[in-house]
């Protein structure tokens, strides 16, 4: 009759199984940790985050130049016109939109690189407590997410027909044609998720974790994050401002009750996807460069309804899937077989 070994740490729940191992480079916090003090580790010293954070934002903006050489090139050869009204990269829009879309997304891999090479800890330590992407979990939340979005869609339409426009728009109605679409839609499907989750792993994680090295309490950092999320997109209306607040610390809620970034990660690809793939049906509708900071009341009040929706779903289905909200002992490294060392 066969035995099964216990390996410290396994856990039996639906959201990606034990944590990582650990090896002698890095080291997680300690069992039992919140996601916002994940940071906080053995190897901890106060100058970490910030030294870390001040590495990260310096990655990210060096990565600029090898990514507008390598978009120009490519620009080039596409005989794409480099330039354009209103400060654009590009002439072409949907260029200058998936420029955009890239240079965001550069920030996922300086912070998590920053965690780890820093910080000495897990890069993982960014994603969830279980130091990996739950990706059965963040598929759940991203099918959640999308009925979230459609029912956003609805409710601003149906808001804007009953009481009129908010904000004027510039983009015509006209369907662009099936090609045009869908060359759009291939840039938006591709890149929008890199996008969001850059924004997502810097607002909703590494910004919390920063203040949670220093405090237990996750609401400073969050509102922190907040604030930059909103002041990232610029000064529009206090809708939109107000919009892009509501939105960041409902989702930093869910980071917290949730123990990882998928439920916040999965809301923001879901709604920029619809939103954006929407804009694209019409022409003009991919050159109109407003962001949510540019909302109307319509799109705030049918925000809050579609958010409040979702993290209700959310919540209800962390605990039917037992996810996991604080970090379990990580999983030892066995001793090579016929060695008298133990396991470290």
Not at 302 to 328: D, E, K, Q
Request: glycine share 10%; proline share 6%; net charge neutral.
């Amino acid at each position: 009759m066969s035995t099964q070994n216990h390996v410290p740490g396994k856990t039996t729940e639906g959201d990606g199984g034990p944590a990582p191992a650990q090896d002698s480079h890095v080291i997680a916090a300690p069992a039992g940790s919140s996601y916002h003090r994940l940071a906080r580790t053995e190897r901890y010293r106060w100058w970490q985050p910030l030294v870390a954070t001040l590495v990260a934002g310096a990655g990210w903006w060096l990565s600029m130049f090898p990514l507008g050489f390598i978009l120009g090139v490519a620009a080039a050869l596409a005989g794409v016109e480099q330039g354009g009204p209103q400060d654009l990269l590009f002439a072409d829009p949907l260029w200058d939109d998936a420029a955009l879309l890239l240079m965001l997304a550069l920030m996922l891999p300086m912070v998590l690189l920053a965690a780890r090479q820093v910080q000495r800890r897990p890069a993982g330590s960014l994603s969830s407590v279980t130091g990996r992407v739950r990706w059965r979990w963040l598929l759940v939340c991203l099918g959640v997410a999308l009925a979230a979005a459609v029912l956003l869609v609805v409710l601003t339409a149906a808001l804007t027909l009953m009481f009129g426009a908010g904000v004027d728009g510039s983009a015509s109605d006209a369907w662009v044609g099936w090609p045009t679409f869908l060359a759009s839609a291939a840039v938006f499907v591709l890149l929008v998720p890199l996008q969001a989750a850059a924004e997502e792993y810097v607002f909703r994680g590494w910004i919390p974790q920063v203040f949670g090295c220093y405090l237990r309490t996750p609401w400073v950092g969050s509102i922190v994050g907040a604030l930059f999320f909103a002041l990232a997109h610029g000064l529009g209306t206090p809708w939109g401002f107000a919009d892009l607040i509501l939105f960041s610390l409902v989702l930093s809620f869910l980071v917290f009750r949730t123990g990882g970034l998928e439920a916040a990660v999965a809301y923001h690809v879901g709604t920029n996807l619809v939103l954006m793939l929407l804009a694209a049906t019409s022409a003009g509708g991919v050159a109109d460069h407003r962001t949510a900071a540019d909302g109307s009341w319509q799109l705030l009040v049918a925000g809050a309804v579609a958010l409040a929706l979702y993290a209700w779903v959310v919540l209800h289905l962390s605990r039917r899937l037992n996810i996991a909200r604080t970090a379990p002992a990580p999983v030892l490294l066995p001793a090579s077989r016929g060695s008298g060392s133990p396991a470290c």
